[in-house]
DNA sequence: TGACATATTCTGCATATCCAGAATATTGAT
DNA sequence: ATCAATATTCTGGATATGCAGAATATGTCA
């Protein structure tokens, strides 16, 4: 029953797995990819992605794509054969780096013009802004950076 | 200054703040009054936002709604006048919230579904999942949650 | 080389989003 | 009650996104 078609179990599981995943404004067929990667014990092809989640081929490619670019799925390449097979990331933490960066250069930018666009209280406001920026994106990268699992609190 | 039209530093600053904004997808509009406000010292009309932003009135409204809603701008009510004003929000971690409390309900999912949807391995990999996704959470909200401004590092 | 399997890109379409300006509603003053 | 000022909602259009299926490209084996 591994690769073969889905239970009702998984099938939830994975539409409201996507539900919540779209708070993070991800495409529908990349974000039920995601939690089919990550319940599969072994890699999946295309066509077991298409087969199982009910999508075509070219969409499956595309999703598939989506997860490799921002981390979350790793694409194995094959030898002797054109074939290739997808599993889940194994680094969580790697999709939310590029947001932790972006936090980062907020905090920079706001540091660096505060004094040339606003006086006074604002600019106060704004050095808060920053600490605030600089003291999320630290927080995120504690977790975030280590690549090791993180146990539950 | 403080309310006439903006200078060149206040208009480049808007627009390279909302770039960076728009990694969380937030709409143009609104990523430029969000800037805007930050930098003003004193609550701004709607008229005000139009004029210096360069938008109309109805997207100065509309803007200011999302970011009402989202907990980066507050609305003053005004007696004797029907003029509404807004002021940048005192919390900068309150647009995070939501996102913080949908990690912890991937956590839940995860933990409670895993058993029923994989085995072996997999299941283990979703549990570390749930962990990290947790362990995100709580990073958060340790800087989101305390209301109080942070010293940066 | 030829035939086949597979991945990828292309095209069209449906949908959602965002914006501007017009139209409407709501509030305060006379 | 009426008027003036303001906020809000309503329309339309332009743009971006996501999807399916067809078409194309690429690699493998005989």
Redesign the pocket.
């Known amino acids: 029953m591994s690769k073969g078609n889905l239970s009702p179990e998984q099938r939830r599981f994975i539409d409201d797995l996507a539900g919540l995943l779209s708070a993070w404004?991800?495409?529908?067929?990349?974000?039920?990819l995601y939690g089919y990667l990550q319940m599969m014990n072994e890699p999946v092809?295309?066509?077991d992605i298409?087969r199982d989640l009910?999508?075509?081929?070219?969409?499956?490619?595309?999703?598939?794509?989506?997860l490799e670019e921002h981390g979350n799925a790793r694409?194995l390449g094959?030898?002797?054969?054109?074939?290739?097979?997808y599993v889940a990331g194994d680094d969580p933490g790697a999709p939310l780096r590029k947001q932790a960066q972006t936090l980062g250069r907020m905090a920079e930018l706001i540091t660096a013009r505060k004094a040339s666009v606003a006086t006074g209280a604002a600019r106060e406001r704004m050095a808060g802004l920053a600490g605030f920026h600089k003291a999320l994106q630290n927080a995120m990268e504690a977790v975030i950076l280590p690549e090791r699992r993180q146990d539950a609190a």
Do not use: H, Q, W, Y
Not at 25 to 32: E, T
Not at 58 to 66: E, F, L, P, Q, R
Not at 78 to 85: A, D, I, L, M, Q
């Open positions: 404004s991800m495409p529908g067929n990349a974000a039920r092809s295309l066509d298409a009910e999508i075509s081929k070219s969409n499956a490619c595309t999703a598939a794509k989506v694409r094959e030898r002797g054969t054109k074939r290739v097979f």
